[in-house]
């Protein structure tokens, strides 16, 4: 199997951005790990990791190289640790909503580009952007919580 070049140019950032959202939430659970919704907060990590696998297995079967670390996105999960430990754990929370944000724009935009490859598009849309949604609930409901004011 061949990859085409936009396949490429559209998978590397949502692989980077994956790698950031695991790296994220790793450094927020180290903080924030211990409220009433940090099951939630690592099962949301877990699907993370679930897409960077999915997404580099896709890229390592077209023969190219996947990113295997966040780049610039690195730097989000720098930001919420810092805002964590300054700001408290609803700071980190409303961090992770952006970045889950920025994650359904970025899907979105892939899913615009007729270009790419259906079965990525697929995947996007039937699987990987549905929880990330399902992830801004998540974290929405944790807001609301009592131990989120802190």
């Not at 085409?4 to 939430?25: C, F, I, K, M």
């Not at 390592?60 to 640790?81: C, F, I, N």
């Not at 699987?127 to 609930?137: F, I």
Request: glycine content about 8%; overall charge negative; charged content about 35%.
């Amino acid at each position: 199997m061949t990859i085409e070049q936009d396949d490429e140019e559209n998978l590397a950032p949502l692989v980077r951005g994956e790698l950031a959202a695991v790296e994220t939430y790793k450094q927020a659970l180290e903080k924030v790990g211990g409220i009433a919704g940090g099951a939630e907060l690592r099962r949301i990590e877990s699907e993370h990791e679930d897409a960077v696998r999915e997404l580099q297995e896709h890229m390592t079967e077209w023969d190219v190289k996947p990113p295997e670390d966040s780049g610039l996105w690195g730097s989000w999960a720098k930001a919420v640790e810092a805002t964590a430990k300054v700001f408290g754990v609803k700071a980190a929370i409303k961090a992770l909503k952006e970045g889950e944000e920025k994650g359904i724009h970025d899907y979105e935009d892939a899913l615009r580009n007729e270009a790419l490859d259906a079965e990525i598009r697929q995947i996007i849309s039937s699987d990987l952007l549905p929880k990330t949604r399902e992830h801004v609930t998540v974290l929405n409901r944790l807001l609301q919580q009592p131990g989120a004011a802190r």
